[in-house]
T-cell receptor, first 113, second 113 residues
Framework: EDKVVQSPLSLVVHEGDTVTLNCSYEVTNFRSLLWYKQEKKAPTFLFMLTSSGIEKKSGRLSSILDKKELFSILNITATQTGDSAVYLCAVPINTGTASKLTFGTGTRLQVTL | EAQVTQNPRYLITVTGKKLTVTCSQNMNHEYMSWYRQDPGLGLRQIYYSMNVEVTDKGDVPEGYKVSRKEKRNFPLILESPSPNQTSLYFC????????????FGPGTRLTVT
């Protein structure tokens, strides 16, 4: 059975801290891994990772994939209160003719002053 | 403005009363999908569609139907809603032929009593 597991489940940090969120996966025919951010509304897309070792970066957020060890990390440096959200990891599962998407349960990040 | 719209945004209904949640996107996207989000279970895919007249089951399709008669619309139908379908529902679309960089609608909060 395909699985996507995120850790930690929740995290509280102080503004300015650096955080690392983890996503491990066990899927057949792996092709890519996605990160989304969900505040009090719909998820918004952050990154798509397909190759091991190549960092994707957007401002203070960065992510990297390790296809050998089957995990990805999402780093946020110099956290701000606006980074408070649930961060979701997802992996497309190839069904033959199309792809469905399996999400992890998310990591809830709270950034305090 | 490029967007995914869902209607209604909030709905309280009774067991067994058929309902439809509409989803429309104005970005000419091929891939569309429905998810439900429940506390502790995360986002789970209900159905997805690669293109017009092409739909397939996600991880939790029981009790739901969909149709894709036009590229822009992907309604979710609950023929006989039950209380265990009380949830937050999201529609999403993607410009690619898979669930990669998806744009999510604002969500529909459904309560079935």
């Amino acid at each position: 059975e395909d699985k996507v597991v995120q850790s930690p489940l929740s995290l509280v940090v102080h503004e300015g801290d650096t955080v690392t969120l983890n996503c491990s996966y066990e899927v057949t025919n792996f092709r890519s891994l996605l990160w989304y951010k969900q505040e009090k509304k719909a998820p918004t897309f952050l990154f798509m990772l397909t190759s091991s070792g190549i960092e994707k970066k957007s401002g203070r957020l960065s992510s990297i994939l390790d296809k050998k060890e089957l995990f990805s990390i999402l780093n946020i440096t110099a956290t701000q209160t606006g980074d408070s959200a649930v961060y979701l990891c997802a992996v497309p599962i190839n069904t033959g003719t199309a792809s469905k998407l399996t999400f992890g349960t998310g990591t809830r990040l709270q950034v305090t002053l | 403005e490029a967007q995914v719209t869902q209607n209604p945004r909030y709905l309280i209904t009774v067991t067994g009363k058929k309902l439809t949640v509409t989803c429309s996107q104005n970005m000419n996207h091929e891939y569309m999908s429905w998810y439900r989000q429940d506390p502790g279970l995360g986002l789970r895919q209900i159905y997805y569609s690669m293109n017009v007249e092409v739909t397939d089951k996600g991880d939790v399709p029981e009790g739901y139907k969909v149709s894709r008669k036009e590229k822009r619309n992907f309604p979710l139908i609950l023929e006989s809603p039950s209380p265990n379908q009380t949830s937050l529902y999201f529609c999403a679309s993607s410009p690619s032929r898979g669930p990669y960089e998806q744009y999510f609608g604002p969500g529909t909060r459904l309560t079935v009593t």
